[in-house]
């Protein structure tokens, strides 16, 4: 669907750097957007609805993954979307007790089929809304036990958080695989079993994935920002010219404060419909399942934390919205505010390959310069080759740290 989108782009705009990265630019402006209606409903603050989405805007990651062709945008896009309709469909199930009639649910599952489609990780979000909905059911059964309200409720979730996800996703293929729609599913001519084949064919490409890239950084590293991502750079005249995919230390410091703050707070509570609660779920639902997921596979990278930095920013507009209501909060969240925006204007060129002198470059590049690489490892690949009915093995060693990211915290 990423890849629909972008192409649409291209379509109208022409096949130039506008065509192919507008689609990118609307959904960063969209995701702002979403946060701020999210914000609005959870926290019931305009103030703090308005500091997270404003953050969000200035998010040095954010601000430059929605400026490029990538398709990670689009999963932060619908996936903003699906928490925000899940959200109203809570509110909405209160007031209409017992009705099976759910259409804010209906929307919640397809834009999380959308984040699915349009990137693997989009699986995340359905995951993390079946969990908050389902403990939302289940400490709603609690506290009402009449069967009439109890009844028929179990059918719309499996049809709209399951069923519709899933139909969204196949969908996305139509144009794009070959195969009878009317075949037998499991015969080789069958549209399903292209697309079967074709998940399969994606599976094992990721699960054997054995590359390494010198801008990878393993999960844990990601809210540290240990390593960014350059997309870009050019050094010409004593200028340099870069494009660095990097989150703000000071929001993003602020962000694992906020975090833990809010996770004494839910477990103080434990209710799961709190604030605290939908939060917390989309921070942890976007970014800890790749402390697993990632395994022994070395090329995750940074912007993989895009889904999170939403929720990051969330976190700190409910802190805001607390301590706006005390007088001496709100110098407070003023001079924080005023510092997020500093830091984004002194990155800026970082992020929009502006031409600054190497000096400028490097006082931005801050303390984050420890990038001495590992020692080289020796390393053997065997290739297979048939010629001429035979079959030839090749080995190959290598002995180069090139492809390997710093071990230090290295913004270079």
Same mark, same amino acid.
């Given at each position: 669907?990423?890849?629909?989108?972008?192409?649409?782009?291209?379509?109208?705009?022409?096949?130039?750097?506008?065509?192919?990265?507008?689609?990118?630019?609307?959904?960063?402006?969209?995701?702002?957007?979403?946060?701020?209606? #999210?914000?609005?409903? #959870?926290?019931?603050?305009?103030?703090?609805?308005?500091?997270?989405?404003?953050?969000?805007?200035?998010?040095?990651?954010?601000?430059?993954?929605?400026?490029?062709?990538?398709?990670?945008?689009?999963?932060?896009?619908?996936?903003?979307?699906?928490?925000?309709?899940?959200?109203?469909?809570?509110?909405?199930?209160?007031?209409?007790?017992?009705?099976?009639?759910?259409?804010? #649910?209906?929307?919640?599952?397809?834009?999380?089929?959308?984040?699915?489609?349009?990137?693997?990780?989009?699986?995340?979000?359905?995951?993390?809304?079946?969990?908050?909905?389902?403990?939302?059911?289940?400490?709603?059964?609690?506290?009402?036990?009449?069967?009439?309200?109890?009844?028929?409720?179990?059918?719309?979730?499996?049809?709209?958080?399951?069923?519709?996800?899933?139909?969204?996703?196949?969908?996305?293929?139509?144009?794009?695989?070959?195969?009878?729609?009317?075949?037998?599913?499991?015969?080789?001519?069958?549209?399903?079993?292209?697309?079967?084949?074709?998940?399969?064919?994606?599976?094992?490409?990721?699960?054997?994935?054995?590359?390494?890239?010198?801008?990878?950084?393993?999960?844990?590293?990601?809210?540290?920002?240990?390593?960014?991502?350059?997309?870009?750079?050019?050094?010409?005249?004593?200028?340099?010219?870069?494009?660095?995919?990097?989150?703000?230390?000071?929001?993003?410091?602020?962000?694992?404060?906020?975090?833990?703050?809010?996770?004494?707070?839910?477990?103080?509570?434990?209710?799961?419909?709190?604030?605290?609660?939908?939060?917390?779920?989309?921070?942890?639902?976007?970014?800890?399942?790749? #402390?697993?997921?990632?395994?022994?596979?070395?090329?995750?990278?940074?912007?993989?934390?895009?889904?999170?930095?939403?929720?990051?920013?969330?976190?700190?507009?409910?802190?805001?919205?607390?301590?706006?209501?005390?007088?001496?909060?709100?110098?407070?969240?003023?001079?924080?505010?005023?510092?997020?925006?500093?830091?984004?204007?002194?990155?800026?060129?970082?992020?929009?390959?502006?031409?600054?002198?190497?000096?400028?470059?490097?006082?931005?590049?801050?303390?984050?310069?420890?990038?001495?690489?590992?020692?080289?490892?020796?390393?053997?690949?065997?290739?297979?080759?048939?010629?001429?009915?035979?079959?030839?093995?090749?080995?190959?060693?290598?002995?180069?740290?090139?492809?390997?990211?710093?071990?230090?915290?290295?913004?270079?």
């Amino acid at each position: 669907l990423g890849k629909w989108l972008i192409g649409l782009g291209i379509k109208v705009f022409g096949y130039d750097s506008f065509g192919w990265r507008i689609s990118a630019a609307v959904a960063g402006v969209g995701c702002v957007l979403l946060l701020f209606i #999210l914000g609005r409903i #959870l926290l019931a603050s305009t103030i703090g609805a308005a500091v997270a989405a404003g953050l969000l805007a200035i998010d040095p990651l954010s601000f430059v993954q929605a400026r490029i062709a990538m398709l990670d945008v689009f999963v932060v896009f619908f996936g903003l979307a699906a928490f925000t309709f899940v959200v109203i469909d809570r509110a909405a199930a209160k007031r209409s007790r017992g009705t099976s009639a759910r259409p804010w #649910l209906a929307g919640a599952g397809i834009a999380a089929g959308a984040a699915f489609a349009s990137k693997w990780s989009g699986a995340l979000v359905i995951v993390a809304i079946v969990v908050l909905t389902l403990s939302w059911e289940w400490v709603s059964r609690r506290q009402i036990a009449s069967a009439p309200v109890r009844r028929g409720r179990a059918a719309p979730l499996l049809a709209w958080l399951v069923i519709a996800p899933l139909v969204t996703y196949a969908l996305t293929y139509l144009g794009r695989l070959e195969g009878s729609l009317l075949a037998a599913p499991w015969g080789p001519e069958s549209w399903f079993r292209q697309l079967w084949d074709r998940q399969l064919e994606m599976f094992r490409f990721h699960s054997t994935l054995e590359a390494t890239h010198p801008y990878q950084s393993p999960p844990w590293s990601w809210p540290l920002l240990k390593r960014p991502v350059s997309y870009f750079f050019e050094a010409s005249g004593g200028d340099y010219r870069e494009v660095l995919a990097v989150g703000s230390p000071l929001v993003w410091t602020a962000a694992i404060i906020a975090l833990i703050w809010l996770a004494v707070r839910w477990l103080g509570r434990r209710d799961s419909g709190a604030p605290e609660g939908v939060i917390l779920a989309g921070f942890l639902f976007s970014w800890a399942p790749w #402390l697993v997921l990632a395994g022994d596979r070395s090329a995750v990278f940074l912007f993989y934390m895009l889904p999170a930095v939403p929720f990051m920013c969330l976190a700190i507009g409910r802190a805001a919205a607390r301590l706006i209501a005390l007088k001496s909060g709100r110098s407070l969240v003023l001079a924080f505010t005023a510092g997020a925006a500093g830091v984004f204007i002194w990155l800026y060129p970082l992020l929009a390959a502006v031409a600054i002198p190497e000096e400028d470059w490097r006082n931005r590049i801050w303390i984050f310069d420890s990038c001495d690489k590992p020692k080289a490892v020796a390393t053997r690949t065997t290739v297979t080759e048939t010629r001429a009915e035979k079959t030839i093995e090749r080995t190959r060693r290598t002995s180069s740290a090139d492809d390997l990211p710093p071990e230090g915290w290295c913004w270079i």
